[in-house]
C-alpha cells in the first residue's frame, strides 16, 4: 500500500511539473492530505513552474526554480498547495525544498516545511491550526520546528550597532511553541501559550565575516556559547478583522506577557511584554487597503541570551535590514503599508489579484522606552509585490530601503 501511494505520488508530481497547465485527475490518486471530503472528483490541479530568484541582507543571492501544485476543491478554491524546489546559493550550495499546505476546511490549517542544502542550512516545519473545538470556541496552535541558518548575523546590542561590529555563526534551533485561544465573547480571546526553544551556536557558512565568539566574549554576549528557553505565555487578544490570513476591514489589539524561569529549565529567568495593534481600512470595495501596526516590546531581566531580547530587522518588522539587525531590551516598531490592488488575472486557471504595496517601517531599539529617542528611529522606505488567491494564499516580494543598503524578501503571506 505505502509504495503504491508513494508511486501515485511521484507520477502525479512528474506529470504535473511536465505539463505545467490545468489537469484533472482522478481523486483516487490523489490520497490524503492531497485531497479530503471536500474535494471533487476527478479533481482539478493546476501546475505552474516558476524561477526562483531571490537576494537578503544576509544570505546573498539565491537562484533556482520551483513548481507549485494548487489543488482545488469541489467550491473551485485552492485547499492544497504543494512546492518542491531547487535552489542555489554560493553561500550553501544547492537547497532541496518541499513546501506544503492543506486548508481541508475554514477551521483547518497545516502546513510543513522541508529543506536540505549541500552546506550547513536545514529546516523541518510543521505548523497546525483547529477552530473546530466546543463549537468553534476554541482555536489552538502547534508549531514543531528544527533549524540552522549558516546566515545569521549579530552587530551588537542598541540602535547605534554597525556594519563594523558585524559577525556571522549558524544559528542551529529546535523545539515546540504551542496555544490555545479560547473566545470570550464576539470579539475577545484569551490565550495560553508555551514555548521550549534549545539553541546551539556554531560557526556559520562566511569564513570573511568574523565569528561571534572570536569577537564578543561570553559576559558581553549571553547565550553565545548556546542555551534553552521555556517560557509560558498569557495574552488578551481583540480582533475584529474579517479574515485571520488577508484581512481587508476591521481592528486586532493584543496584550501579552511571557515569563522564562530556571526552575522550568530556562538558561535565564527574565519576561517579555508586548502590546500591539493593528488596522485595516477599506476603499472602493477594498481596492485599496490602507494598513498599519504598532507594536511595544520589552524585555525584563538579567544575563538574558541575545537571541531572547527584543529583536528588529527582517521581512516582518524593518524591510530594510536582514534578519536580527538591531537587538536590545525593548523596541518600538510602526508598519505602514497601502496595499492596492493593481487588477484580478486568471493563470492556468487560477484567478489572483495582483497588488503592489509602498510601505514605510520606522523602529528602533532601545533599552527601555523611557530612553527613547526620535534620531535612534530608522526610516525604511519600500515597495511590495503581492499575488493573492483568496481565501488562502499570498505570494509577495518586499523590496525596503536602509542605511546598509537594499533588502529584497520572498516568501509567503502578508508582513502583518
Not at 369 to 394: Q, W, Y
Amino acid at each position: 500500500m505505502c509504495s503504491n501511494v508513494t508511486l501515485r505520488i511521484f507520477l502525479f508530481v512528474l506529470f504535473a511539473g511536465l505539463s505545467a497547465c490545468t489537469s484533472m485527475v482522478p481523486r483516487k490518486d490523489l490520497p490524503y492530505p492531497l485531497t479530503n471530503q471536500e474535494s471533487s472528483d476527478p479533481v482539478k490541479v493546476v501546475s505552474i513552474p516558476l524561477p526562483v530568484i531571490a537576494s537578503s541582507p544576509n544570505e546573498g543571492v539565491t537562484s533556482g526554480a520551483l513548481t507549485a501544485f494548487l489543488i482545488h476543491d469541489k467550491h473551485d478554491e485552492i485547499n492544497t498547495l504543494l512546492a518542491p524546489q531547487v535552489n542555489y546559493n554560493p553561500n550553501f550550495g544547492t537547497t532541496a525544498t518541499l513546501y506544503g499546505a492543506f486548508y481541508p476546511t475554514a477551521d483547518l490549517f497545516w502546513e510543513f516545511n522541508l529543506a536540505k542544502s549541500s552546506k550547513i542550512n536545514d529546516d523541518v516545519e510543521v505548523r497546525f491550526r483547529d477552530t473546530t473545538f466546543f463549537s468553534h470556541e476554541l482555536e489552538l496552535n502547534s508549531f514543531v520546528f528544527y533549524s540552522t541558518d549558516g546566515s545569521a548575523r549579530f552587530f551588537g546590542f542598541q540602535s547605534n550597532s554597525t556594519k563594523l561590529g558585524e559577525t556571522n555563526y549558524a544559528d542551529q534551533e529546535f523545539g515546540f511553541n504551542v496555544s490555545a485561544g479560547y473566545k470570550i465573547g464576539k470579539y475577545y480571546q484569551l490565550v495560553f501559550g508555551e514555548r521550549l526553544k534549545g539553541v546551539n551556536i556554531m560557526r556559520g557558512a562566511f569564513s570573511s565575516i568574523p565569528f561571534i565568539r572570536d569577537r564578543y566574549a561570553t559576559q558581553d554576549v549571553p547565550g553565545i556559547d548556546g542555551f534553552t528557553a521555556h517560557a509560558q505565555k498569557l495574552a488578551l487578544v481583540y480582533s475584529t478583522l474579517n479574515s485571520p490570513i488577508m484581512p481587508t476591514f476591521g481592528g486586532y489589539a493584543k496584550v501579552s506577557v511571557e515569563n522564562s524561569s530556571k526552575i522550568l529549565g530556562s538558561t535565564a529567568d527574565y519576561r517579555h511584554y508586548e502590546v500591539e495593534a493593528k488596522g485595516f481600512i477599506p476603499v472602493d470595495d477594498a481596492r485599496y487597503v490602507s494598513a498599519f501596526r504598532l507594536i511595544y516590546n520589552q524585555t525584563l531581566g538579567a544575563s538574558v541570551p541575545f537571541l531572547e531580547r527584543s529583536i528588529l530587522g527582517g521581512e516582518t518588522t524593518l524591510r530594510g535590514y536582514g534578519r536580527n539587525r538591531f537587538i536590545d531590551n525593548s523596541y518600538l516598531l510602526l508598519n505602514l503599508e497601502e496595499r492596492i490592488r493593481l487588477f484580478r488575472w486568471e493563470v492556468f486557471g487560477v484567478t489572483a489579484d495582483w497588488e503592489v504595496a509602498p510601505f514605510v517601517d520606522l523602529g528602533s531599539v532601545m533599552k527601555s522606552l523611557a530612553e527613547f529617542k526620535s534620531s535612534s528611529f530608522e526610516f525604511n522606505p519600500g515597495l511590495g509585490v503581492r499575488a493573492v488567491v483568496r481565501p488562502n494564499l499570498i505570494g509577495r516580494v518586499d523590496i525596503g530601503w536602509g542605511n546598509d543598503g537594499p533588502a529584497v524578501f520572498v516568501g509567503l503571506g502578508y508582513p502583518f
